[in-house]
């Protein structure tokens, strides 16, 4: 176990590495053109540029630049070239809102999920399963961007009523009420799509489950219905949620939230991201990628940790 | 200066070629009386403001030139002399007071020597008494920022070596100050009527010389106004705070709330939503362009449109194929159908063939109409200009609806008339720095421009001198340079005080208007921009002041 | 093989009996899995009209050039903002005018407010804005089927590209093992640990804005070809491990051996051995793939790093939607309304296409 873990640390960090490597290459060589003119900012003048490129190390070969990034990065300095903010503390202060998101999102998903999949299951075949089948698909079939707008429109801005608050984020040590309140809209788009998803995921696993031969053994023990589904069945259906919950945890947590929280302007992670793309600011964008990138590989070993603990079948390598 | 970004003013080069300085007077003449002097006229205070406020470049006020900054500076930071704190409108916004400065300078005759003396006992917000030597200090430090406002003074005697060499910027040996004596005398080397608006800008605040030679946010320098900001987070918030040390000034507000806290936000629908739900006072952004009868129907009186000194217009750079040829360039204003624009912006605005606004005195409408709008007859010029089925590159701000619709229909225009646009939608974060670089090679941008002060030197001067054309942070984007013109802004430029304001000049400056948008077609100028102010339902409206370019949160109050 | 329950129909386990009973009694003929998968398949009309509608789809969409312009008289990026429609004798203007009046102290008062499109016409106005039009007098109508045009050629395109190269590397992978397999996965590792919404979206902002200008190749900025390469990139990993690990397992199976026994050599078994077991999953990945993709570039497209404007494709017209939401919902609601009909036709097509080549996926429970 203890060498696993040390092996898969190791892989994360050279990960890591690629992944910033990789986004300074998109941002810096493939757009070409002179960068230190792009980003000297309001107060360009030929001696400024110069001394910018002196001072970001412009001049320097390509992988010392990348390196010295890097660097900034992990001591806590790096700034971004567009307003010179320390984009480590932004990052920070974008934080609160991507949780609220996704922990938020996270619960309903799961619980609906696990929650219609069993329904589902249960009544194959009948028409409460065709019924939330139907609903499940048209869930993952609908843009994410999309539904949050119709929301807004629909529950914000007069469409339907105006009960609801238009986008913005309320913190939760401010104001908990408004915070929820603010948040319910936001939950509920990103939470669909996996709503859908798991539950089908779930569903297949379910009806697959019941053909093994441990739940007829079960059945031939004496076990009902009830007590067969739930402690075995659901439990051995799980498994792969597991994993299919602690990477998409993990993505949307990494900023995967984006189109949300663009959508209803929540101050997070994502929207951080998507404001340094606009302006081609690439330190935050370097930031924004290695901590999403970070919180997949971690998640990715905690999930296959679970799943090995989970099933006994299962053996770390 | 822009809506959305920095504009930098001529540095070295410039300042070398022309000593053509932005020398500006407040439009006016011309139309009806103002309203009385309201100045904190309400003095109801209150203790919080809360409003939505949109997201700006810098709450420094040695490099910020954004309205978004500019609106709170007014309350925040004074330098010797300050605009009239009024609402202007048609007219009359041409008075200056003095601020921190006793009275009004005393002026030689030639126009080149200003005399001040500071007001006895003014304090900054941090405790620190404001000495004369802060306002040498608080120019300098601007030239070592490589501030966007250093071409301002580079009329300034002594100031050759700093503009020159900004950063390295030391002494400017034509403002004199006696800290014992409390005044401060400034050298021009050539008369400059526009020279006291130009002290009225921000980047002439006087801060304490204390405060650190660069970007100073977090918190923003001391100030002596009637405010403080106490705090700012870049594209969140800010808040700002009755300074304490502050002592009441004549003619500037002391202020109606004790605090001011700012929510940052450019979701316009979103902003509108805050000030509706009551949640907030004030709504600084533009309301949603498609919901605004609705909400005029629904809110009245607690909606407000204003005015604006400022244009907005299609820049054709003039360096390059087509619109280095006149009739290309005339093609372009006849195929833009300017209330068609207008309505894009949701009817905030007025149609303009002229390049200066009618807020202006120097302003007078070209009759009849030079460019009616007319699709065939642009075709008709296209061809004979010779560069029917080029490429053409239309750039446009992406992230602003209203900016980006009337870029795309631009496009949309130029493609019917037999050229052949592609599109460059850019971030308004990078939009004037890209344009502004000569290498960028735009051929046909949006743009817009709004005063800074009120002299049609801030237009011609900074925006169609050939003198004034610039590798980067260019504000010419034009690259407009016909000798005639050139000299003539230089000689309108520097006339002697008593001259700047006479009726000659004033028919000149509008000649001058003509000459370029008929005869030369430099500029496509469409309309003449509308801004608007929400007030929520607790917020008395009657109460607001706006004074030429924004409303004053100062003098906001509640019913 | 529980066979209690009380409907016969949801059944269709092939076992030896069945076939029988079919065939009446007749030898037993032996059938491909292929052939009992078609049959099945072709039992399940809900997956076969969901075909239906999202070859319909396709077929409206990408023969867009050939009939729109009779019946809109409108080109797709062509706007008439200015212009007028004339119906029962009326001109409505197709964007609202708008003007204020100003008042001696600056203020001013709007008379109206302008740039509200004109609704859906239904064709009171013979053809043109049957929809609509949008925010720059544009043809909503119109633009929703070259939207879709452009939506669906990067979608289907990039999802091509993505599974052809999937498969090549996961075969490469899982065959020989090793160093190959050791980059391969490493390379599938980088590419799924890249936040992939963040990765697609840089690469389209960067590559949209810029265009391609390396090694050689020129690709404009603007081109349909950046956002299908971002696309059928960002997928790889999702389509790469699933096979690689199904190969993987394939591979020491008997047949292989016997494969190689005979002196079959690398690519002849790659591609005569185990291709065609993955087969099923290929299909199956590749209905998924392509529903994503779709849902992929209307979200690049929205935030502006896929297809570029003047050009339509639904996810541009959700963007420039939003904006008059409140007045004229219709250029938001009805892109995606489309799009949520052809992925969902695609998704229940593919839910009946695994149904089908997997039989083991329907059995009761019993209650």
């Known amino acids: 176990m203890v060498a696993f873990l040390i092996r898969r640390v190791f892989g994360m960090i050279i990960?890591?590495?690629?992944?910033?490597?990789?986004?300074?290459?998109?941002?810096?060589?493939?757009?070409?053109?002179?960068?230190?003119?792009?980003?000297?900012?309001?107060?360009?003048?030929?001696?400024?540029?110069?001394?910018?490129?002196a001072k970001l190390g412009l001049n320097h070969n390509f992988v010392v630049q990348w390196y010295d990034m890097v660097k900034q990065l992990v001591t806590g300095n790096l700034v971004s070239y567009y307003d010179g903010t320390n984009v480590v503390s932004q990052i920070k202060q974008g934080i609160p809102a991507t949780f609220s998101l996704c922990i938020g999102a996270a619960v309903i998903w799961l619980f609906f999920g696990i929650l219609v999949g069993t329904i589902s299951a249960v009544y194959a075949g009948r028409f409460s399963d065709r019924a939330i089948t139907a609903l499940a698909l048209i869930g993952i079939s609908l843009p994410v961007a999309w539904l949050g707008l119709i929301l807004r429109y629909v529950f914000a801005e007069g469409g339907l009523t105006t009960i609801f608050p238009d986008g913005g984020y309320v913190p939760l040590t401010s104001d908990p009420a408004q915070w929820f309140w603010h948040m319910l809209l936001p939950w509920f788009t990103l939470a669909v799509l996996f709503i859908g998803c798991y539950g089908r995921v779930l569903r297949s696993n379910i009806l697959g489950t019941i053909n093994e031969d441990f739940v007829r053994t079960a059945r031939a023990k004496g076990l009902s219905s009830r007590q067969i589904l739930v402690k075995h069945v659901l439990r051995a259906s799980l498994i792969p949620i597991v994993t299919l919950f602690g990477l998409d945890f993990a993505a949307v947590l990494g900023g995967g939230a984006i189109i949300t929280e663009t959508v209803f302007v929540l101050h997070g992670v994502g929207y951080y991201a998507y404001q340094a793309i606009q302006k081609q600011d690439l330190p935050p964008l370097m930031g924004v990628t290695l901590y999403g990138a970070a919180f997949i590989v971690v998640f990715s070993t905690l999930v296959d940790v679970a799943y090995a603990y989970l099933d006994p079948r299962i053996r770390l390598t | 200066?822009?809506?959305?970004?920095?504009?930098?003013?001529?540095?070295?080069?410039?300042?070398?070629?022309?000593?053509?300085?932005?020398?500006?007077?407040?439009?006016?003449?011309?139309?009806?009386?103002?309203?009385?002097?309201?100045?904190?006229?309400?003095?109801?205070t209150f203790s919080t403001l809360k409003v939505v406020w949109g997201t700006t470049d810098y709450m420094d006020p040695g490099l910020s030139y954004r309205l978004e900054s500019w609106q709170i500076f007014q309350d925040v930071y004074l330098g010797l002399l300050a605009k009239q704190y009024q609402t202007c409108g048609v007219g009359d916004c041409t008075k200056i007071i003095p601020a921190l400065a006793q009275s009004l300078p005393v002026v030689n005759k030639?126009?080149?020597?200003?005399?001040?003396?500071?007001?006895?006992?003014?304090?900054?917000?941090?405790?620190?008494?404001?000495?004369?030597?802060?306002?040498?200090?608080?120019?300098?430090?601007?030239?070592?920022?490589?501030?966007?406002?250093?071409?301002?003074?580079?009329?300034?005697?002594?100031?050759?070596?700093?503009?020159?060499?900004?950063?390295?910027?030391?002494?400017?040996?034509g403002i004199i100050v006696d800290d014992k004596a409390g005044t401060v005398e400034i050298k021009l080397m050539a008369p400059q009527s526009d020279f006291e608006y130009i002290l009225t800008t921000f980047f002439s605040a006087i801060i304490p010389s204390?405060?650190?030679?660069?970007?100073?946010?977090?918190?923003?320098?001391?100030?002596?106004?009637?405010?403080?900001?106490?705090?700012?987070?870049?594209?969140?918030?800010?808040?700002?705070?009755?300074?304490?040390?502050?002592?009441?000034?004549?003619?500037?507000?002391?202020g109606n709330p004790d605090k001011i806290v700012a929510i940052l936000t450019d979701d316009l629908a979103q902003a509108a939503q805050y000030v509706e739900s009551g949640a907030?006072?004030?709504?600084?952004?533009?309301?949603?362009?498609?919901?605004?009868?609705?909400?005029?129907?629904?809110?009245?009186?607690?909606?407000?449109?204003?005015?604006?000194?400022?244009?907005?217009?299609?820049?054709?750079?003039?360096?390059?194929?087509?619109?280095?040829?006149?009739?290309?360039?005339?093609?372009?204003?006849?195929?833009?159908?300017?209330?068609?624009?207008?309505?894009?912006?949701?009817?905030?605005?007025?149609?303009?063939?002229?390049?200066?606004?009618?807020?202006?005195?120097?302003?007078?409408?070209?009759?009849?109409?030079p460019y009616p709008y007319n699709l065939s007859k642009a075709k008709e010029l296209v061809k004979a200009s010779g560069t029917a089925g080029m490429t053409v590159g239309v750039y446009t701000i992406s992230d602003d609806t209203v900016d980006k619709a009337?870029?795309?229909?631009?496009?949309?225009?130029?493609?019917?008339?037999?050229?052949?646009?592609?599109?460059?939608?850019?971030?308004?974060?990078?939009?004037?720095?890209?344009?502004?670089?000569?290498?960028?090679?735009?051929?046909?941008?949006?743009?817009?421009?709004?005063?800074?002060?009120?002299?049609?030197?801030?237009?011609?001067d900074v925006l169609q001198n050939g003198a004034n054309i610039h590798q980067i942070h260019n504000n010419n984007n034009s690259n407009v340079n016909f000798k005639d013109t050139n000299s003539e802004i230089d000689r309108l430029g520097h006339l002697p005080p008593e001259q700047a304001f006479s009726s000659s000049t004033t028919a000149d400056w509008a000649a001058l208007?003509?000459?370029?948008?008929?005869?030369?077609?430099?500029?496509?100028?469409?309309?003449?921009?509308?801004?608007?102010?929400?007030?929520?339902?607790?917020t008395d409206p009657n109460c607001d002041v706006f004074d030429d370019l924004f409303d004053d949160p100062a003098e906001m109050c509640l019913k | 093989m529980a066979t209690t329950g009380t409907t016969q129909e949801e059944f269709t386990l092939d076992t030896a009996a069945e076939l029988a009973a079919e065939a009446g009694g007749s030898p037993i003929e032996g059938k491909s899995p292929w052939v009992l998968a078609g049959r099945r398949l072709r039992r399940n009309y809900v997956a076969l009209a969901s075909l239906a509608v999202f070859l319909l789809v396709v077929i409206v969409c990408m023969c867009a050039p050939l009939y729109v312009s009779h019946v809109s008289h409108i080109g797709v990026i062509d706007g008439n903002p200015s212009g007028f429609v004339h119906e029962n004798g009326k001109k409505i203007p197709i964007l609202a005018q708008g003007g204020v009046t100003f008042n001696k102290n600056g203020s001013a008062n709007l008379t109206a407010g302008g740039g509200i499109p004109i609704g859906p016409q239904w064709g009171a106005s013979g053809g043109a804005y049957i929809f609509g039009a949008d925010e720059l007098g544009r043809d909503v109508g119109t633009r929703l089927l070259y939207g879709g045009r452009n939506t669906l050629q990067i979608g289907l395109t990039a999802a091509a590209i993505c599974t052809l190269f999937s498969i090549i590397l996961a075969l490469l992978a899982a065959y020989f093992g090793g160093a190959s397999d050791w980059i391969i996965s490493r390379f599938f590792d980088l590419i799924w640990a890249f936040p992939v919404v963040l990765l697609g979206i840089a690469l389209g902002t960067a590559l949209s804005i810029n265009g391609f200008h390396h090694w050689g190749i020129n690709i404009a900025a603007g081109s349909l070809w950046i956002p299908t390469a971002v696309i059928a990139f960002v997928f790889i990993p999702y389509l790469g491990r699933p096979l690689r690990g199904q190969v993987l397992a394939l591979r020491n199976r008997e047949f292989v051996e016997a494969a190689t026994a005979q002196g079959a050599g690398p690519l002849r078994i790659m591609f005569t051995e185990l291709l065609p077991n993955i087969a099923s999953s290929v299909l199956v990945l590749f209905t998924l793939i392509v529903a994503n993709a779709i849902l992929t570039e209307v979200g690049l497209s929205f935030l502006g790093a896929g297809v570029q404007p003047p050009h339509p494709s639904w996810g541009t017209m959700i963007a420039e939607g939003q904006d008059v939401l409140s007045s004229d919902p219709w250029l938001s609601v009805l892109p995606g309304i489309a799009i949520a009909i052809t992925v969902l036709s695609l998704n229940v097509f593919g839910d009946g296409l695994r149904d089908a080549l997997d039989p083991r996926a329907k059995v009761r429970i019993e209650h």
């Not at chain 2, 200003?114 to 304090?123: E, I, S």
């Open chain 2, 110 to 173: 030639a126009g080149t020597d200003f005399k001040f003396t500071l007001r006895k006992g003014l304090k900054f917000s941090n405790g620190e008494s404001v000495k004369a030597s802060d306002f040498k200090n608080s120019i300098i430090r601007d030239f070592k920022l490589n501030s966007p406002g250093i071409g301002f003074y580079s009329n300034i005697a002594g100031s050759a070596a700093c503009e020159a060499n900004p950063p390295k910027c030391s002494d400017i040996s």
């Open chain 2, 406 to 460: 009337q870029g795309e229909y631009l496009a949309q225009q130029l493609s019917k008339i037999g050229w052949k646009p592609k599109l460059h939608e850019l971030a308004g974060a990078n939009y004037f720095t890209i344009i502004g670089n000569q290498s960028t090679k735009a051929q046909i941008m949006w743009t817009n421009w709004f005063e800074d002060y009120p002299y049609p030197t801030d237009w011609f």
């Open chain 2, 513 to 538: 208007d003509k000459q370029l948008m008929v005869k030369y077609a430099s500029e496509a100028p469409f309309l003449n921009g509308v801004l608007t102010s929400f007030f929520s339902a607790k």
């Open chain 2, 280 to 369: 907030y006072n004030y709504d600084e952004k533009l309301l949603p362009t498609d919901r605004l009868k609705e909400l005029q129907s629904k809110y009245g009186s607690q909606i407000k449109l204003w005015r604006t000194p400022s244009t907005y217009y299609f820049a054709m750079n003039q360096r390059l194929a087509p619109f280095n040829n006149l009739k290309a360039r005339q093609a372009v204003n006849y195929a833009i159908n300017r209330q068609t624009l207008v309505n894009l912006r949701g009817g905030l605005g007025v149609p303009t063939w002229n390049f200066l606004p009618p807020t202006y005195p120097q302003y007078k409408k070209i009759t009849p109409t």
């Open chain 1, 15 to 53: 990960v890591l590495l690629a992944v910033s490597f990789l986004t300074y290459l998109i941002f810096f060589k493939i757009p070409g053109g002179d960068v230190a003119g792009r980003i000297a900012g309001k107060t360009a003048t030929p001696q400024n540029i110069a001394s910018i490129k």
């Open chain 2, 1 to 44: 200066m822009r809506t959305k970004r920095v504009r930098s003013v001529a540095v070295a080069a410039v300042v070398a070629a022309g000593l053509a300085l932005v020398v500006s007077a407040c439009g006016g003449g011309g139309g009806g009386s103002s309203n009385p002097t309201t100045t904190s006229a309400q003095g109801k």
């Open chain 2, 210 to 254: 204390s405060t650190p030679d660069k970007d100073t946010e977090n918190p923003p320098p001391a100030a002596a106004g009637p405010y403080y900001i106490s705090s700012y987070k870049p594209s969140r918030s800010w808040v700002a705070q009755r300074n304490p040390h502050y002592k009441p000034i004549p003619g500037i507000p002391t």
